[in-house]
């Protein structure tokens, strides 16, 4: 994943992950974190309680996107303008990656004779 073959199995190598691979936020990494925990949770309770599933994992990335951009009003001046510049880094990253691993999108006229199988899409 994003380059590298070694996992993260304990909190403590999340912060070796992102210390050697983002350099320099160490202030940022525990919001990180703690977004992309709250956006599984809050995911797992709609699942559960209102039996609204998520359609692909990028939904909690952009969630943790939305969650970090609110809270980076909570940082310091220089932090919060390079939260705010990760967020949009992010959310880019995520929709060009959204788009290469969505499903494939019938083309006009291409598959006007198969029906309804391109409505299930």
């Not at 073959?5 to 912060?15: A, E, K, P, T, V």
């Not at 309680?49 to 009003?73: L, Q």
């Not at 705010?84 to 598959?111: I, R």
């Amino acid at each position: 994943m994003l380059g590298t073959d070694c996992g993260r199995n304990s909190i403590w190598q999340f912060y070796a992950w992102t210390h050697a691979f983002l350099p320099g936020f160490n202030e940022i990494y525990t919001v990180g974190l703690t977004t992309i925990c709250w956006a599984i949770w809050l995911a797992c309770n709609r699942a559960t309680f209102e039996k609204k599933w998520i359609n692909t994992p990028f939904e909690i990335v952009f969630i943790a996107c939305a969650f970090i951009k609110y809270w980076a009003c909570l940082q310091k001046p220089g932090m919060m303008e390079a939260t705010k510049k990760g967020v949009k880094m992010l959310k880019q990253n995520a929709s060009q990656m959204l788009l290469l691993c969505g499903p494939p999108m019938p083309e006009t006229g291409d598959h006007a004779d198969e029906g309804d199988k391109w409505k299930e899409w």
